[in-house]
């Protein structure tokens, strides 16, 4: 009957050293963290006084001018080139998906708002599921301008759908 007993001086002997991993167990999990919070707090506050209040990060801005110059970049052409470039990226993009080149007219100057644009149509027929292919393929590619006007023409009783792409480019 002894042994099942609870020793009292035993845990009066162990109670220190457990209360002290305890308080050690708290302060690392809670007291530490919240501490290193605060502190970080109270230095941002205080680098923050002495500036301006931004309302963007000078990173982000850098970050979208560097995207907004990419895709300006995509709608630049050489002028003496571009019909060329264009008329060959659309040739081996008809190949590639069966269709055929109906119309390629000639370049358009297009004013607006004192900036000059070059306006090229192409037109494009084959099935709906290849051109819609080729009509991806060919926003993707760098250097072409952008498209400004995609239209589907199907006639009745006719396989073969249309597609009419106007292009707009800026020139270098």
């Not at 895709?71 to 040739?91: E, I, P």
């Not at 027929?125 to 292919?133: A, C, P, Q, V």
């Not at 926003?139 to 006719?158: C, H, Q, T, V, W």
Request: glycine share 6%.
């Amino acid at each position: 009957m002894k042994n099942k007993t609870l020793d009292y001086t035993l845990v009066l002997k162990m109670i220190v050293p457990i209360l002290l991993l305890l308080l050690l167990g708290v302060y690392q999990l809670a007291f530490k963290r919240t501490w290193e919070s605060y502190r970080d707090y109270a230095l941002l506050k205080a680098q923050g006084a002495n500036m301006e209040n931004l309302s963007v990060s000078p990173l982000y801005t850098m970050a979208r001018i560097k995207k907004v110059n990419e895709l300006y970049g995509r709608f630049n052409v050489d002028t003496l080139g571009w019909k060329n470039v264009l008329w060959n990226h659309s040739a081996g993009l008809s190949q590639k998906y069966s269709c055929s080149i109906n119309a390629y007219p000639p370049v358009k100057p297009v004013n607006f708002n004192e900036q000059q644009f070059y306006k090229q149509s192409v037109g494009f027929s084959g099935e709906f599921g290849n051109l819609l292919k080729l009509l991806h393929e060919l926003s993707y590619l760098k250097n072409i301008g952008a498209l400004s006007d995609i239209s589907y023409i199907k006639k009745p009783r006719e396989e073969q759908v249309i597609l009419n792409i106007d292009l707009l480019a800026m020139p270098k």
